[in-house]
């Protein structure tokens, strides 16, 4: 009998995708951010004026990447008198540092999601911290674009980025906890 030979058809790899390039849309995206008050409350506030690009991998996700750029002068808590406060050098000091921007170094993937890392500057300040992140979709608009909505979350201490003001309390405790909570929402437009 005759041996049985099996063939095989050879194999080719799928063309590669390049990744595709998104616009953050300033006027359906924001950044918020959470701080302690007093020891008894949360304040909550947002910058309201976010730019940047995602460059989406969707053959990989690990290979994507975003920079963001927030306008430190469009904070917002519901509180003029705060919000020139925050505005000063006590804070943010926009006057000498108008930006606060963050660019990815690298995407993770674990069971509980993606984590991205990257260098955030506030006050001419650098330090890596990390967001939980998530797609939430992509659709096509009324004039023929496509969307795409992300969230991300994370938290830093803010006296790493040298906004150490506070004020001691009467009884015990300090004005203003030190970490932020910080949650991000992004509606971006395709570019390429």
Partial sequence: MPAT???TQPTTA???VAPT???IDPSH????FAVRHMMVSTVKG???SVEGTISLDETDLAHSSVTVSLDAASIDTREPKRDVHLRSADF????QFPKITFSSTR???DRDGYRIVGDLTVRDVTREMGLMAAFEGQQRDPWGGERA???AQGAIDRRDFGLTWNQPLPGAGIMLGNDVRISIELEAVLKT
């Fill in 5 to 7: 030979t099996t063939m």
């Fill in 14 to 16: 799928a063309p590669a």
């Fill in 21 to 23: 390039t998104w616009q």
């Fill in 29 to 32: 995206s924001t950044a918020e």
């Fill in 46 to 48: 947002h910058v309201s």
């Fill in 92 to 95: 943010l000091d926009v006057e």
């Fill in 107 to 109: 995407i993770e993937h």
């Fill in 149 to 151: 909505g992300f969230t």
